[in-house]
């Protein structure tokens, strides 16, 4: 169990370290600070760590050495202050949050904040509880970033729960929330929804920070409105322009760099453009990353050397992931850089561009070395109910048939972009067979299908919806399915045959949820996800496995993109344009840049 005691039970020994009257508990001694309040790189610095605080930083020679005090000699390496993520989703790398803490903090990752809507839509307020109490701890500092949106938008679609202000207040109220999670219904926002208001309202009142989600274009109006509701950061832009104007606005500019959401080398460019451009308002984060990405590539460290590789120095990008991301979480007085009273959060780094991590300590403790961790993790006991959130009878070709008499019918079809977060809307003619609209996929046409899966409740009003897809070139005899289907997340299968969709279904509801590829009536590869139908409880590099597995069957499916199921797995997104299933009225929802949504039908006239 890592502990942590609040700076003001221990100033007077930080102190008395500091002025040399008493020992360290440990002292790197020799290293090349990369001080990141200066954006400076010092030379010949020593740190010196009480009680899980710096307590010096410089010439530690003063500093009495007890036979308790451990010394590390950096010889010339760099010492940088633990990285920070503000803006993240654990259950996006489909493990939880202890096995998340072991695969990111050999990373140099020592905080996060993170949004755990996911699965806050599947159980409502008692997952942020279970979340906070598997996050006690840790090592990884842990800031849960309270979901506001669950559903996403209410009233166009059907989540396992419903979060209002009242939710909100008390999860504020009673600890299990630090800050408030994106606000993604940016329309409820710009045009006044009352009850979007009201959560507002009770972060303000909290005195939280609050985050957002602002995915329209439009940066003229909405944006500056958006901003005016007291919303702190947002990730959803997606060009230079778009991380400027957040910048100008006072608005943190969070740079994206996950698996498949791949913005920041675009947003980037509104500093290396910009000569002389102040970056204070620009940080850097992962917000989906899956395990594959985490246990080959790396987390906040990735996305680090991707920075820089984009021409930015390595202190200027170092001060985005660690200081400007402190003070974003207004935690700047605790963590962020190597100062005295600041956490003892440290990476000895050997190679600054390549970072290179030799070493992580996380309140003064090794947590991590040469990539692996030093410090047990025990996994946490998660209650029955957590690990039984589908709730669907099997399902038959009846289910997954779209009914349609008459003739042709001019249908509205979602066309995918693979590693980007919107769609388009295109219209396909399709002649119905035996009374029923089926896939082509001679015409790249998949058929989608979403049902409610989670336990039954007052105000669910829909089972299930349909519509089609392009874009995924997917073969005949294919299927997909997914219960990590954002955010509501419903059960929902695609495909281009009806007997693989059913067989794809009936696997996810056997597995308790999960992702499984389906190729001739066959289970060609599975990922199950037990906790809350969104999570593993093995650990990265099991998980890391089983997802390599099921992109190889994607691929032999037909479809050649890379890390396809997380762009499949936001058809659901309604918040991000343009147009989405959902399991509620007509099955499909429209979001035009700089309109508010509405449900438009699946058929033309």
């Not at 009257?21 to 990369?34: K, S």
């Not at 806050?120 to 942020?128: C, E, H």
């Not at 991590?368 to 039984?388: F, H, K, N, S, T």
Request: glycine content about 8%; aromatic content about 4%; proline content about 6%.
């Amino acid at each position: 169990m890592h502990t942590r005691r609040p700076l003001h039970e221990v100033t007077r020994n930080l102190v008395a370290t500091a002025m040399g009257r008493e020992p360290a508990d440990l002292i790197v001694r020799g290293g090349r600070l990369v001080n990141v309040n200066t954006a400076q790189i010092l030379d010949g610095t020593d740190l010196a760590v009480r009680d899980g605080y710096l307590a010096f930083v410089g010439d530690a020679s003063h500093i009495p050495i007890s036979a308790a005090t451990r010394m590390v000699e950096a010889a010339g390496r760099y010492l940088v202050p633990g990285l920070i993520d503000t803006h993240l989703h654990v259950e996006s790398s489909m493990v939880d949050v202890r096995s998340f803490a072991r695969a990111v903090l050999p990373e140099g990752t020592t905080t996060i904040a993170c949004d755990n809507h996911e699965i806050a839509n599947v159980f409502g307020l008692r997952a942020v509880e279970l979340f906070s109490q598997a996050a006690q701890g840790l090592p990884l500092k842990v800031l849960v970033a309270m979901p506001v949106c669950v559903p996403s938008i209410p009233g166009f679609e059907d989540a396992g729960a419903v979060i209002t202000a009242r939710e909100v207040t008390e999860a504020y109220a009673r600890g299990w929330a630090h800050l408030q999670g994106e606000q993604m219904n940016f329309p409820g926002v710009i045009y006044g929804d009352p009850a979007v208001h009201e959560i507002l309202a009770a972060s303000l009142r909290a005195g939280v920070v609050l985050t957002g989600h602002y995915a329209s274009p439009e940066i003229a109006r909405g944006l500056p409105a958006f901003v005016a509701a007291g919303i702190t950061a947002c990730h959803e832009g997606t060009t230079a322009e778009d991380a400027l104007r957040r910048a100008q606005l006072g608005c943190y500019a969070q740079q994206r760099y996950g698996t498949a959401w791949l913005e920041m080398p675009q947003m980037i460019r509104a500093v290396t453009e910009t000569p002389g451009l102040d970056t204070r308002f620009f940080t850097l984060i992962t917000d989906d990353v899956t395990p594959t990405t985490l246990v080959r590539d790396g987390h906040m460290s990735r996305v680090v050397r991707a920075a820089i590789a984009q021409g930015v120095a390595p202190v200027v990008v170092l001060q985005m992931a660690a200081l400007n991301a402190a003070q974003l979480l207004e935690r700047s007085r605790w963590i962020g850089t190597l100062s005295p009273g600041r956490a003892a959060d440290i990476l000895v780094v050997s190679d600054l561009v390549r970072l290179t991590i030799d070493q992580v300590y996380a309140d003064g403790v090794l947590v991590a070395e040469d990539g692996e961790m030093a410090v047990d993790i025990p996994p946490y006991p998660y209650p029955a109910w957590a690990l039984r959130s589908v709730h669907l009878a099997p399902l038959t070709l009846e289910d997954v048939r779209i009914a349609h008499e008459g003739g042709p019918a001019r249908v509205r079809v979602m066309r995918i972009h693979p590693g980007k977060v919107h769609t388009d809307q295109e219209i396909a003619e399709i002649t119905p067979v035996d009374g029923a609209l089926a896939a082509d996929p001679a015409r790249d046409l998949a058929k989608v299908a979403i049902f409610y899966r989670h336990e039954p409740r007052d105000g669910a009003s829909g089972t299930r919806g349909f519509g089609f897809l392009t874009g995924l070139q997917f073969g005949a005899h294919a299927a997909f399915g997914s219960t990590v289907a954002h955010d509501s997340h419903n059960l929902m299968v695609l495909g281009t045959d009806d007997d693989d969709m059913v067989v794809a279904a009936n696997e996810l509801i056997r597995l308790g949820g999960g992702m499984v590829v389906v190729i001739g009536g066959r289970v060609r590869a599975a990922v199950p996800l037990p906790l809350a139908g969104l999570m593993s409880l093995d650990d990265a590099h099991t998980v890391a496995g089983q997802v390599e597995a099921l992109e190889a069957a994607l691929r032999e499916a037909g479809c050649p993109a890379p890390n396809v199921e997380m762009t499949l797995s936001l058809l659901p997104l309604i918040v991000i344009p343009r147009l989405r299933i959902t399991n509620r009225e007509t099955g499909l929802v429209e979001l035009p840049p700089g309109e508010p949504p509405r449900f438009v039908g699946l058929t033309v006239e």
